[in-house]
């Protein structure tokens, strides 16, 4: 089993920055690709960015790519996510995920192991 811990959310106006961290415990960390996925009220969860067990690999929902930026240290189990230059439209719950394998993934159907979420609000 995977047990993973956001962290960080809160609010923001308008251009400020966050930064989310993800903590796992359970497995073989570096073995593992993460993801970062949000969900907006009213809507469905949707893809944010994903990284590599080694974390060499990484890819961005065009929504977020510029702005947005994923990283992770394996020594401390930890992942992050970097947000500028934040928008009203960034507002969601932001739930951090694991899946079984060091492939990068931006399905969340490809991830077996989620985080509570915590909540970002974005104020104009």
């Known amino acids: 089993q995977v047990q993973l811990v956001e962290s960080g959310g809160g609010l923001v106006q308008v251009g400020g920055s966050l930064r989310l961290s993800c903590a796992a415990s359970?497995?073989?960390?570096?073995?593992?690709?993460m993801g970062w996925f949000r969900q907006p009220p009213g809507k469905e969860r949707e893809f944010v960015a994903t990284i590599s067990g080694s974390g060499g690999t990484t890819y961005y929902a065009d929504s977020v790519k510029g702005r947005f930026t994923i990283s992770r240290d394996n020594a401390k189990n930890t992942m992050y996510l970097q947000m500028n230059s934040l928008k009203p439209e960034d507002t969601a719950v932001y739930y951090c995920?694991?899946?079984?394998?060091?492939?990068?993934?931006?399905?969340?159907?490809?991830?077996?192991?989620w985080g509570q979420g915590t909540q970002v609000t974005v104020s104009s």
């Open positions: 359970g497995r073989t960390f570096s073995r593992s690709a």
């Open positions: 995920a694991a899946r079984g394998r060091a492939f990068s993934s931006a399905s969340k159907d490809e991830y077996d192991y």
